[in-house]
């Protein structure tokens, strides 16, 4: 069986895209300001956050205001990937999910003094989509 990815849309203090990559017991993940992109000339920033526990790649729902991460999450891609090269500063992987297909990778930046930031990048293949934009599937109702 292949292993998973999730993307969860993260309406917190501010609207993310929770990138997650199941990798040894465990999710592996990446918290991406701007969403994951299927253009190659878009280099998203991706922070390396704690990783979660397999469970929550099926959460859905409201985490109460108050604790760790407040606000809405729903699921924006989901599927299974395959691993291609794994170094310490690079993942390489085919992503199978309903937005986002082909191959990816993810590059840690030297000049990161926490060592957290990453870049994840789409690679040119077939299923690339230069122009691409990102639709958010969360509508925002905040309260100002």
């Not at 993260?10 to 994951?36: Q, T």
């Not at 990816?104 to 691409?132: C, H, M, V």
């Amino acid at each position: 069986m292949s292993p998973r990815f999730v993307v969860h849309e993260h309406d917190a203090s501010h609207l993310h895209y929770d990138f997650r990559l199941e990798m040894e017991g465990v999710l592996r993940s990446w918290a991406i300001p701007k969403g994951p992109s299927m253009d190659p000339s878009d280099k998203r920033l991706a922070v390396l956050v704690e990783d979660h526990p397999l469970e929550y790649a099926d959460f859905e729902g409201t985490i109460p205001e108050g604790k760790y991460g407040a606000g809405r999450v729903a699921i924006w891609d989901r599927g299974a990937y395959s691993l291609l090269e794994k170094k310490e500063d690079k993942i390489v992987f085919f992503l199978e999910g309903k937005k986002l297909r082909g191959n990816f990778t993810l590059i840690q930046l030297r000049r990161s003094r926490k060592g957290n930031e990453w870049l994840l990048i789409k690679q040119k293949d077939g299923y690339a989509q230069p122009g691409w934009k990102l639709k958010t599937s969360l509508a925002r109702c905040r309260k100002n």
